[in-house]
Every structure is written in structure tokens, then in C-alpha cells.
């Protein structure tokens, strides 16, 4: 679990992340590795976040889904230029991913638009795909499939919690004299120290 300061801290910074004139303020990037050891990056929606972690839904079959099966450790940045002077705030978190519970990952996919809950069952995410006409294809079977009635989640869908034992707060500041604050949990305790900008 997430030391209160640590979540505090976030929960202050995303509140005001959320008021600001950030674009999609909900935005990070997740880096998984691939099986060849190479690190892959991609922006991902924070959806949710408490004591134990962040979430975050997508395809289980995606490049990314596989990446986390294979090697769970994985790593998030956020980063709201404008909050903030000189270069806004970053947030580094580092951990271990798992996947959410099937009933979370219902709850949550009952709140999608009826359009995203359809391309999820049509999307074959990260295969490649010939052409744009068979993925409409694909997508016309489907909401034809469910027409009348709500869509259920598909079974390669759902979510992912990001526990941390790592979290860096970068605080920019003019003449890159920036403010680093790291946590880092050891034997189960948060431990919080100062780095050089």
C-alpha cells in the first residue's frame, strides 16, 4: 500500500491537474519490455487510483497485455506541463502490474460509451490489420450482434493495477532547479529522500 503522504500528495497534484488547462489531464505513459528486453512505451487513461495503486483497462491480447503477462514490472510517467512553473510536474511511478478483479473490470466497462464497448469486441489490438474495411466490418458484426441489448465486456478485455514500490515527484522550476522528491518502499516501509535536479 501507498504510504498516505504519497497519496495524498498525488490526489492533491491530479485535483489540480483536473482544473487546470490540461488537455487529458488523465494521460500517462505505461513502459512494459518486450521478450527481447527492449523497453516499449505507449499513453494509456488513468482511470482510477487508491492506497494499492493505479488502474488503468485495456486489451489482455495487446502488445502491452502480453509484455505485462510475460514480465509484470512495468513503469508510468505523468506529466502536466502546465502545472507548475519551469517545465510543470511529473509524476514517475515504478512497480508490479496485475490484473484487476473480472467483476472491477465489469463495473468499469459498463461506464464506457456504447461506441468504445463495441470496438473493444471488433478491435484485434496490435495484430495487423489489412484494412480499414475489415475492422469496420468487424464492427458492424458486432453491434449488429448486440443490437437491442447492452454489451457485455469481452473476456480479453479488462484491467490493470499498477502497485507501486517506487514514486518520484518532479517538481519543475526555472533555471532547471528542479525539486525531486523519490519514494522508495523497502521491507514494506516508505522511505521518502531528496534527489540532485
Excluded at 108 to 134: I, K, N, V
Excluded at 135 to 148: C, K, L, P, S
Amino acid at each position: 500500500m501507498l504510504d498516505p503522504c504519497i497519496l495524498d500528495t498525488f490526489n492533491a497534484l491530479y485535483a489540480a491537474a483536473l482544473d487546470s488547462a490540461e488537455p487529458t489531464p488523465t494521460a500517462m505513459n505505461l513502459a512494459t519490455v518486450d521478450a527481447r528486453g527492449r523497453p516499449r512505451s505507449r499513453i494509456v487513461l488513468l482511470k482510477s487510483f487508491d492506497a494499492d495503486g493505479f488502474c488503468f483497462y485495456t486489451n489482455y491480447a495487446s502488445d502491452k497485455g502480453t509484455e505485462i503477462a510475460a514480465n509484470d514490472a512495468v513503469s508510468l510517467c505523468i506529466h502536466w506541463p502546465t502545472l507548475g512553473a519551469g517545465g510543470g510536474t511529473q509524476i514517475r511511478i515504478e512497480g508490479h502490474a496485475e490484473r484487476l478483479s473480472g467483476a472491477a473490470s465489469d463495473a468499469y466497462f459498463a461506464t464506457r460509451p456504447r461506441g468504445s464497448q463495441l470496438g473493444a469486441w471488433a478491435s484485434l489490438q496490435s495484430q495487423t490489420l489489412d484494412s480499414r474495411e475489415t475492422f469496420d466490418t468487424r464492427y458492424a458484426r458486432y453491434e449488429a450482434e448486440f443490437a437491442g441489448s447492452d454489451v457485455p465486456r469481452p473476456p480479453h478485455w479488462g484491467g490493470y493495477r499498477v502497485m507501486p514500490d517506487r514514486v518520484e515527484f518532479w517538481y519543475g522550476a526555472n533555471f532547471r532547479l528542479h525539486e525531486r522528491v523519490c519514494w522508495e518502499r523497502t521491507d514494506g516501509q516508505w522511505n521518502a529522500r531528496l534527489l540532485y535536479p
